[in-house]
């Protein structure tokens, strides 16, 4: 039942850069949060990186300084820019958007980081 489109991931050399995109193809009213999880093999999802309405970011401290988050609201597209990327960085990232009545989430993306 997602509702989200994720695009970007892939296969990456270490120190490598990549930008996921997520968009809700059908809008989505009265965001107040957008989100970017993602979930190794053996381990919980985790967060990585937020935006809040009022475009307060937060970041899981093994991303910060080198993930960005940001948002197109008139495309209704969320962004990820990923650097300075390291294998532990493996993992399926999932959008996640948030309004008053409801949580939509995106099928995940692979993303690869090996030499």
């Known amino acids: 039942q997602e509702q989200l489109v994720e695009s970007g991931g892939g296969l990456v050399l270490p120190g490598g850069s990549l930008r996921l995109s997520c968009t809700a193809y059908r809008s989505i009213a009265n965001i107040l949060y957008m989100g970017w999880y993602r979930q190794a093999p053996g381990k919980q999802r985790e967060l990585v990186a937020g935006?809040?309405?009022?475009?307060?970011?937060d970041y899981a401290a093994s991303v910060k300084g080198r993930f960005t988050i940001s948002r197109d609201s008139a495309k209704n597209t969320v962004y990820l820019q990923m650097n300075s990327l390291k294998p532990e960085d493996t993992a399926v990232y999932y959008c996640?958007?948030?309004?008053?009545?409801?949580?939509?989430w995106g099928q995940g993306t692979q993303v690869t980081v090996s030499s």
């Open positions: 935006i809040t309405h009022g475009d307060n970011t």
């Open positions: 996640n958007i948030q309004n008053f009545a409801r949580s939509y």
